[in-house]
């Protein structure tokens, strides 16, 4: 039981003494027999008049339950209640007598019970209630108990009380309740209640506000001091009124003074993408995610706001629930990609989150939003919050689609007759006569074949299932969700084993809230675990793809075997058939369990304690078998072998906190302060075995002959104390202060403890008297700014230590310690700078949003692996540099509803992203390793390249500028002159949302300016490797002149000499790599309400959706976002339905 | 107001227990080693664990793709390069590079090797030293062999690149700036070294585990440092200490004598080996075996290298070496020849290991001794133990007696037959006797068709572009 601090009971105690009202009803007889029989019962029904009786009050449709709607301002209880009675079967008993000196009442309630209406008009009142059948007795409050007396006896009730909620009814703890008049204010406990103290008489005007809700206004009339209010307030449609988290706080976007973009579960359900990674291109200002391959399961690149770490340790920090995610699965060693099938490119652990159950990604940029995470979001932070229960009826919802991927786009390479042409130029070109050791594709191999690769090893379709259900609902003081999910996903190699080629995810997430009935103690669980099989093929054939020759041999004889085209019986092949890779097996088993509670606890009104459990356990299982059979029968290589690995990762956190919020002034401040405890476990075993008996055995490490095992195993430990203080005056001014005290295990004794901080402003100049008067096109308008500063420790565990590990397999008999690495006892912290300034506008009543924003951010003190000469032993070695280096950019989101009527409605949102980088200072760096790898006053992503010249008409051989006039063969750190920037010039992305009865169409379009590698460089023409059919543009004779050299096969010649040491780091081999992208379009269809109605159902809704439809560009190769040689993301269509029951 | 009066004592006496629960913050971040790896000062508290620093050592020098044995081998590198072996790799820079004697800065091979096994053995010298909970005998024996060891490697790279860093610390920010030195210098160090690691080693074979004595000839004892002393006094015309040196092991017959049989030569603890490296590859041999016996013809099979003509054709006739150590292959009706003094080729996870990985071997010293005698003038000294090595191959005694220069062209053309494809012995000798030029002359042309011809600058290897840029102070050798 809960005493307001002046030992004014709660309304509801207040009523019923502290007995609970179920109680009081119970045993109405005995009540009655006591207080009523004797008296005088008058049966009022008479209306009294009032001066300001604007009721409107109507029974609920319902008649099995008495619900009603009411909304009075100032009436007397009186009139209260004969319109109650008017409306319901109720009768009221009372005593005349008893009502005098009661103040008039304000009750503005819908589909509220009779009960919850008398609480609310009587509290206060010294009044009470009983209702027995259909009779309401109102009685004066009597029999306090003494607990209640002690503190309250005698004093008269006064102030303005009541009970905020929202529409569904659940009290909102923490509302604000302003009387702007007397600039006096106060916030609802948890139960939603409010007392304002010491309220002389008269008419005010009352302000309630609540975060993600439109704000409640109301007149009220004091007399004797007292008010009654019940207010329900509406949750905002508006998206300035949606909800931000900021980890371990929350605002609103109008009240944010921090730069975070928030994305929603429907712009994630628009897109039949497996990782949730994907289904951000194209939308974040600020935001580059690079998708390494188009195989499932694959790798990404994520960078927020450009590259802050001049060479490692870019990852953005990942928090899912509240629990850090790892940001890469934990590799052997830092240089290793974690997982042992290459195709997938190292993998990426957010493809085991399940996107359906993700309610939102919001991503922290400025130092506002990131220094509560003190060192680890120096390079931002991505914050995941899955789906939650919401109060109501249970809801189910059915989701499925199905659908086709494929490649998107063919190169043009030389046909055979091409490509036998190149062979026998460039030969004749190097005076050479082919042979069969050199040439078996032009003497041994049949010439008259061809077969277009492309098609073969990656022309096949993907095939995508998804199924997912759902059952929500809840109480007021209970609410869940569970949810399941099935994902199937093919890749578009050719499959020879049966099984291997898909990518299945299975799911299941939960999310239970519980409220104590008081509503002090809140309880959260969250679980989501996630099984995925991968069984993508471990060889990515595009690479062959684009270089097996056209004329190479049929892949299998005819008795069935893989063709090795032989020189003669018995002996080596003469080409490694790309089908042999097929043969190896993969199989990765990964489950992923990320689980948090959260209990919290209202100690004082304003004041909460809560502590955030946090789990999370990754284990990845992989074998990779290599039968015997896949290899050249010549080699007599008569037993297989395996490749185990298992990457296990566990992490806990722990994080007590303490919210308080209060009123002081005409503002409200709130401050957090809370501590984490963290520990991150990685440990990854690899056993590689061979010599298996037979090639039926290769997933049995028992019939293996020999093992090389090898494992790697890493604790990390973080601890932090952190806090913030807020405060927001009148929703004009709100100055945010947050800070992190924070130490990790990755640095040494003295070095590992480090301060973080930041302050954000805002001042929302639409909200000031003299801009509403005179502007009023403009209907919100906001500055902000913020600076402050974050860290960054991602090196690796360890490396402050002098580590000694194990050889991987015996001699004489026992393995070999040696030294792992180079230490550095002084490693600390890279410290990050950041400042911003922003600008939101709202223009014609919030139709126009523009978001804009300036940030630079300077991080120094760089956390590298410093390169070394290999004469100490070692390439590197981690280290602190003083370097700085700078981004700075301008983010724009403009947002607009263009046309909104009933029946079509059409939203436009376009983000755009200039970003700039540059090293702004690099003490000593002629002299250091770095002196020819970084330009100061350069972005850090340029490179030093040699120019071309072009193609000497006269010997056909590349030339380069160099010092001493053009030649074949520069000199390496003077002649590589050339700057090229491979970081992106700008980007962002179009997105429209258009609307028509129940047809929904949304499509966006991703843009990147950038320059990129290109294909050039990928095989020496006229080798025995395929080549782009632009090659043939090449110099054959004396005085062509051509933008390709001459053919050459020669390894040891100019040709060879000026393609491979020289060409590679030329401006020749980049080119510009921008492209528009039809990123997603998603079309669907919404039954009408009355088909919906038949049918019994809440929603059915069917859908069409693409993803990667369209690209328009000149990049010179297969993919302009992948690039190089990689299985480019595919283009999906996909077609499915969504139930709701 | 609200009616909230209560004061901020409350919350202040929270964040007091949130701040005292957090004193302990400075233990919580601590953490130790992982139970995967092990700290240097735990290292070197004990006989075991310092023993297996220098067990890494030629465990990795047993690796594929090392300096030691195998594809990037020294021996096939500089067989290419010289004029033992042919190329007909079509894909490999490396191959064709080295073969056409026209190098590029920008391929890195044995560079990382030598220093990275020169730190080890630098980081063992500076924890042993620093440890008194070693053995003094274990201490003894470990500080030999890492001495040794430090020669070895100094030794290949001065002789493979000319002038190089000599590295005696593991002090990364010396050595990361570190400028080459002459090899005057270098050598003077390596004599240092050789000589301490041979007053410091004894003549038993040991195990790595405590001292005991075994058979396997696979840690470097007295006996390895007293033969590469020998080798590195013939390398700098030093004849007096080179005959000693030799003398000493040649006499050490109790432990080392010559094996009749030439197919047991490269066994597995051969009489003959004085150190060997144990292969430690499952499955595998010596890489020697697996990359250079053709199962096809070369550049189809998974070598691309054959014996050239240069070589095959100063067989004398009857030299038993040119059936018993090198094979053949008939393809698409043309010979090719291989390196057969390691034979077990094929992968098979189950096979034993019968064939050790031949680092300095018995044969060796009596040509370094032959050659040493001849030099001073007691050419019957130098013809008889060059008999003996002929004998051995089947061969009568050596024609050649008449005079130093006569004595000299045998055991040079001696040594080319003997120790073909091993450890760069040709490239070293043509280097070390002026007749690089000579024979170059004619072989760099026959080998790129023409195109190349030799030049001095090619006798050494260039410095890796990435060090030199790394590091300004190493500088380049000329040509490169």
């Not at chain 1, 809960?2 to 009523?15: R, T």
């Not at chain 1, 099984?499 to 679980?527: C, E, F, M």
């Not at chain 2, 050659?371 to 002929?390: C, F, H, S, T, V």
């Not at chain 2, 072989?443 to 030199?468: H, L, R």
Request: glycine fraction near 8%; charged fraction near 15%; include cysteine.
């Amino acid at each position: 039981m809960y005493i307001f601090s002046n030992g004014m009971p709660s309304v509801k105690k207040a009523i019923a003494g502290y007995e609970p009202l179920e109680a009081l009803i119970k045993a109405p007889k005995c009540w009655t027999r006591k207080r009523f029989t004797s008296k005088t019962l008058v049966r009022a029904v008479k209306l009294t008049a009032t001066i300001l009786f604007i009721a409107c009050m109507q029974v609920s449709a319902r008649t099995n339950a008495q619900r009603l709607s009411i909304d009075v301002k100032n009436v007397s209880l009186q009139t209260l209640f004969s319109e109650i009675e008017k409306r319901t079967p109720y009768v009221f008993f009372y005593d005349e007598g008893i009502l005098k000196g009661t103040r008039p009442v304000t009750v503005d309630m819908r589909d509220a019970s009779v009960e919850e209406v008398l609480q609310t008009s009587l509290h206060g009142q010294a009044l009470n209630f009983a209702i027995h059948d259909r009779t309401i007795f109102i009685k004066k409050e009597a029999n306090k108990p003494a607990s209640i007396a002690t503190i309250g006896e005698g004093e008269p009730p006064t102030g303005v009380a009541g009970i905020v909620r929202s529409e569904a009814g659940v009290p909102l703890a923490g509302a604000t309740v302003f009387i702007k008049k007397l600039n006096k204010s106060g916030v609802t406990n948890t139960a939603g209640e409010f007392v304002l103290k010491n309220v002389p008489n008269g008419e005010y005007e009352v302000e309630i506000s609540y975060i993600g809700y439109e704000a409640y206004r109301t007149k009220i009339n004091v007399v004797d001091n007292q008010a009654t209010i019940l207010a329900r307030l509406k949750q905002s449609e508006n998206n300035l009124d949606q909800t931000v988290v900021k980890g371990y706080y929350a605002t609103t976007n109008r009240l944010n003074t921090g730069d975070v973009t928030t994305i929603k579960s429907e712009d994630l359900a628009k897109q039949p993408v497996a990782n949730p990674l994907a289904a951000l291109e194209g939308r974040v200002p600020g935001l580059v995610i690079t998708q390494t391959t188009g195989a499932p399961g694959g790798g990404f690149k994520v960078q927020i706001r450009g590259q802050n770490s001049l060479l490692n340790g870019n990852d953005p920090f990942y928090v899912i629930d509240g629990v850090p995610y790892n940001s890469q699965i934990p590799a052997l060693k830092s240089t290793y990609k974690p997982l042992i099938n290459p195709t997938l490119q190292g993998g990426n652990p957010l493809n085991f989150i399940n996107i359906s159950d993700i309610e939102s990604i919001v991503i922290l940029k400025d130092a506002d939003a990131t220094s509560i995470y003190g060192s680890r979001a120096a390079n931002g932070a991505i914050l995941i919050t899955t789906k939650k229960g919401k109060e109501g009826k249970t809801k189910i919802d059915l989701n499925a689609y199905t659908g086709i991927g494929q490649t998107a786009r063919q190169l043009p390479m030389l046909n055979t007759q091409q490509y036998l042409q190149m062979r026998r130029e460039a030969f004749s070109n190097d005076n050479v006569q082919p042979t069969t050791t050199n040439a078996p594709d032009l003497l041994i191999w049949d010439t008259a074949r061809y077969t277009d690769w492309q098609k073969v090893l990656t022309g096949n379709n993907a095939h995508y299932a998804d199924a997912q259900a759902s059952i929500s609902g809840g109480t007021a003081n209970t609410q869940y969700i569970i949810g399941a999910n099935y994902h199937r996903e093919t890749a578009v190699y050719p499959t020879i084993i049966p099984d291997q080629g898909v990518d299945q995810k299975g799911s299941a997430h939960l999310n239970l809230t519980t409220y104590s009935n008081d509503r002090k103690l809140r309880v959260t669980i969250n679980a989501s675990y996630l099984s995925d099989l991968n069984t993508v093929q471990a060889y990515d054939l595009q690479y062959n793809a684009l270089n097996l020759s056209p004329d190479a041999p049929a892949l299998y004889n005819p008795d069935g075997s893989l063709n090795w085209a032989p020189v003669q019986a018995g002996q080596a092949g003469t080409w490694n058939n790309p089908y042999s890779n097929l043969y190896q097996k993969y199989r990765g088993r990964t489950s992923n369990l990320v689980g948090n509670s959260v209990i919290s606890y209202s100690v004082l009104p304003g004041l909460d304690i809560k502590t955030s459990l946090g789990y999370t356990n990754m284990q990845t299982d992989e074998i990779l078998t290599t039968p015997s059979t896949i290899y050249d029968p010549s080699y007599r290589i008569s037993s297989g072998s395996s490749q185990f690995n298992n990457v296990n990762s566990h992490s806990w956190i722990v994080e007590p906190e303490a919210d308080y919020n209060r009123v002081i002034g005409a503002g409200q401040f709130s401050a957090l302060v809370g501590m984490t405890f963290q520990e991150n476990n990685n440990s990854v075993q690899t056993i590689s075995a061979s010599g298996f008996l037979n090639d039926a055995l290769l997933e049995n490490l028992q019939s293996a002959a020999a093992f090389t095992p090898s494992s790697v195993s890493t604790v990390y430990k973080y601890n932090a104390v952190f806090g913030r203080l807020n405060y927001n005056w009148q929703s004009k001014y709100i100055v945010n202060l947050t800070g992190r005290h924070d130490g990790s295990s990755r640095f040494g004794p003295g070095q590992q403890f480090a301060n973080f901080g930041a302050v954000g402003a805002a001042w929302i100049f639409s909200n000031e008297d003299f801009f509403k008067r005179n502007v009023s096109f403009i209907s919100f308008g906001k500055l902000r700014g913020s600076y402050g500063t974050s860290g960054n420790d991602q090196i690796g565990d360890y490396r402050f230590i002098d580590l000694y590990t194990t050889t991987t397999n015996p001699y004489q008999g026992i393995q070999g310690l040696y030294p792992n690495s180079l230490f550095n006892t002084n490693l600390a912290w890279e410290l990050d700078k950041k400042i911003e300034g922003g600008l939101e506008l709202g223009l014609l009543r919030d139709r126009i949003m523009i978001n804009a924003s300036y940030f630079r951010s300077r991080s120094g003190n760089q956390l590298v692996t410093a390169p070394l000469s290999l004469v100490t032993g070692f390439s590197s070695i981690p280290s602190n540099l003083p370097a700085v280096i700078q981004n700075t950019g301008v983010e724009i989101m403009v947002t607009t509803t263009n046309i909104k009527s009933k029946n079509f409605n059409w939203a436009s949102s376009i983000n755009l992203t200039i970003p700039r980088n540059k090293l702004v200072a690099f003490p000593n760096q002629t002299n250091s390793v770095y002196a020819n790898l970084f330009v100061v006053g350069q972005p850090v992503s340029v490179q030093k390249v040699y120019h071309v010249i072009g193609v000497n008409d006269t010997t056909g051989v590349y030339q380069f500028s160099g010092s001493k006039g053009p030649t074949y063969d520069p000199v390496s750190n003077v002649d590589n002159t050339t700057l090229i920037n491979t970081a992106p010039r700008y980007y962002g992305g179009f997105q429209n949302n258009i609307q028509y009865k129940g047809f929904n169409l949304d499509f966006l379009f991703q843009f990147v300016k950038q320059t990129g590698m290109n294909i050039y460089t990928n095989n020496f023409p006229g080798s025995m490797f395929n080549e782009p059919s632009t090659v043939l543009n090449r110099w054959q004779k004396q005085g062509d002149i051509k933008p390709f050299q001459k053919f050459s096969q020669n390894y040891s010649g100019n040709a060879y000499n000026a393609f491979s040491n020289y060409l590679y780091y030329s401006d020749f081999a980049y080119s510009d790599a921008s492209f528009i992208r039809l990123k997603n379009v998603s079309l669907s269809y919404s039954f009408p309400q009355a088909l919906r109605q038949k049918w019994h159902l809440q929603n059915l809704r069917i859908f069409a959706q693409g993803q990667n439809l369209l690209t328009i560009t000149k990049y010179k190769g297969i993919d302009p976002e992948t690039q190089g040689t990689t299985l480019p993301p595919l283009r999906v269509w996909t077609g499915g339905f969504q139930i709701t029951l | 107001m609200t009616i909230i009066q209560t004061p901020w004592r409350k919350p202040l006496i929270a964040l007091f227990v949130l701040l005292t629960f957090g004193t302990s913050c400075k233990k919580f971040v601590q953490v130790t080693a992982p139970p995967t790896a092990i700290s240097s000062g735990t290292v070197y508290q004990n006989d075991l664990s310092s023993a297996a620093v220098l067990t890494s050592i030629y465990n990795k020098m047993m690796t594929n793709g090392q300096m030691s044995s195998g594809s990037q081998s020294i021996s096939t590198l500089t067989g290419l390069a010289a004029d033992e072996l042919d190329n007909y790799s079509t894909t490999s820079p490396l191959f064709s590079t080295c073969y056409t004697n026209s190098l590029k800065s920008s391929l890195v091979y044995f560079w990382t090797e030598l220093y990275q096994r020169i730190y080890t053995a630098n980081a063992a010298l500076e924890g042993m030293a620093k440890s008194d909970a070693i053995s003094p005998a274990e201490k003894q024996q470990l500080t030999g062999e890492a001495k040794f060891i430090r020669a070895f490697f100094h030794f290949y790279a001065t002789n493979l690149y000319g002038n190089v860093p000599l590295v005696t610390t593991t002090n990364y920010q010396t050595n990361t700036t570190i400028s080459r030195s002459d090899p005057k210098q270098v050598y003077r160090q390596i004599i240092a070294d050789l000589t301490d690691a041979q007053s410091l080693l004894g003549n038993n074979f040991l195990t790595p585990t405590g001292g005991a004595s075994t058979p396997e000839r696979v840690r470097p004892n007295k006996g390895a440092a007293e033969a590469l002393l020998s080798r590195v006094y013939l390398y700098q015309n030093m004849w007096d200490s080179a005959e000693v040196e030799a003398t000493l092991v040649i006499n050490n017959t109790s432990t080392y004598g010559l094996v009749k049989n030439l197919d047991s030569v490269f066994l597995a603890n051969s009489t003959e080996a004085i150190w060997q490296l144990q292969p430690v590859q499952p499955g595998y041999n010596t890489f020697d075996a697996y990359n250079f016996v053709l199962t096809s013809q070369p550049g189809v099979s998974r070598t691309p290298v054959a014996l050239s003509k240069n070589l095959l054709n100063v067989f004398e006739p009857g030299d038993n070496r040119n059936s018993h150590w090198t094979g053949n292959i008939t393809s698409s009706s043309k010979k090719y020849y291989y390196p057969y003094k390691y034979k077990v080729y094929l992968f098979n996870a189950n096979q034993a290991v019968t064939e050790y990985v031949m680092v300095l071997r018995l044969a060796e010293q009596y040509l370094i001794r032959a050659e040493a005698r001849a030099w001073k003038g007691n050419l019957q000294g130098a013809i008889d133990d060059l008999n003996i090595i002929r004998n051995r191959a089947g061969l009568p005694n050596t024609t050649a007696t008449s005079s130093q220069s006569d004595v000299l062209s045998a055991i040079y053309h001696e040594r080319q037959v003997e120790l073909f494809t091993e450890w760069g012995h040709r490239w070293f000798d043509l280097k070390r006797t002026g007749n690089i030029t000579a024979v170059m002359t004619t072989v760099t042309p026959q080998k790129s068709n023409g195109s190349n011809s030799w030049n001095t600058n090619w006798t050494v290897f260039p410095i890796p572009a990435s060090e030199t840029k790394i590091n300004p102070n190493l500088g380049q050798n000329q040509g490169y």
